[in-house]
């Protein structure tokens, strides 16, 4: 993370560098938890998809946190590296820990679908920079998309156990998504100011999805019960500090390190 | 900055051929002209010249690398000139030209199939294989294997006649 990818304008407002944040956060930390599974995934061909995917988000994340920074003058690098985990404002379904394949794909799935009806909506935002990250993203997103809902079909519509498995999965990952459409009160300014989109209103089209593959999946929608939340105010789950320790450990044992 | 005399015309069109001409790191055969990553060529408001380039993916490692070799060539020509990125309007594998096709399809790796207009679309669940041609055989009875294959902007197929795998550049 050396060279800016792009050269950064500030944004306009504190409250847009805060958002453009937020959104970093959850693609870095779900590209972190991504590749994770590098060298250890079922098959050779999906180790390199889950590094391909990873590698999209963290592209991503990085034109999203040096944007968000410039405001502050912070680079990547600093929000990245030097912050602590009060201080990284993702959702918690981004950082829950891989568990199975089975895990990993549900949160794919449940992620990318809400990613893509943010970023679709990012691109007509009044916000020339985060239009323009966003128009880019929204092709690549559509790909992780199609790849978690033909390994959803897989696995739902299997074998008795692979069946057994994605339930459970998605059973236990299910609470977790119901953070991506909290609406808060800076999510409401960002809205009023036409910059994104209110989360809550992507909720429908995101159930549309996700409902639609699931089925076809032969996999039951479980009932919302649980739903934990707190990663916008710095709130995470017990397995973040540990992602953060290795995420960080390089940089802050060897600061400025390059190559 | 417009444009103005004849002089400033030959230092761009000068800056221009140098940058043409740079490689893509990973698939060597294309240059970034070929790619349609080379934007525009023209003078920032403080009179500088710029080469403006613009990423395939948010994450390609390639962007870095091509950005200094850009540089490189350029400062030969005129070591004023500055290299910037810019995202928007987003990069598609449409702008790859029918020239940067061929040398693909020579190189072992099917060009792009066209995007589609609009929004991208989603399309879930079963449905009909895209027809993608071997570039080995010329044979369209294809598969995909992964959807991901060495590099972002590549999947992984495989030829059912001729038997052997290959890239496919994929449509963005």
Partial sequence: MANPVTEVSAPASADVATYAIRLGDDALILSHRLSEWTARAPQIEEDLALANIALD??????????????FSGRSEDDLAYLREERQFTNLQLAEIENGDFAVT??????????????YRDLESSTD???????????KEVAYHVEHASTWLLRLGDGTELSHDRTQAALDAVWPYSHELFGDDELARTIADAGVGPLPSALR??????????????????????WKPSGGRTGLHTEGFGYLLAEMQHLHR???GAQW | MTVTTETELERLVALRLAAAGVPDPEI???????????????????????????PT???CPATEAIRSDVLARTAQVDPQA???????????TDWITEDGRTKLREYGIAPPRPTRTGPVPLQLGRRPEPVVQCPRCGSEHTELVSQFGSTPCKSLRRCRDCAEPFDEFKPL
């Fill in chain 1, 128 to 138: 020339a920079q985060l239009a323009a990250i966003a128009a880019k993203a929204v």
């Fill in chain 1, 57 to 70: 988000l963290l592209g991503q994340a990085r034109t999203l946190l040096a944007y968000g920074g410039a």
């Fill in chain 1, 105 to 118: 794909m549900v949160r794919q799935l449940l992620f990318s679908c809400y990613q893509h009806e943010l």
């Fill in chain 1, 204 to 225: 429908e089209a995101w159930l549309g999805t996700v409902s639609d593959v699931l089925t076809e999946a032969t996999l039951t929608l479980p009932d919302d019960d």
């Fill in chain 1, 253 to 255: 044992s060897h600061p």
């Fill in chain 2, 28 to 54: 060597p055969v294309l240059t970034i002209e070929d790619l349609g990553i080379l934007r525009d060529v023209r003078f920032a408001a403080d009179g500088h010249p710029e080469v403006v380039l613009t």
């Fill in chain 2, 57 to 59: 993916y948010s994450g």
């Fill in chain 2, 82 to 92: 500055r290299v910037v990125v810019e995202l928007a309007p987003a990069w598609t």
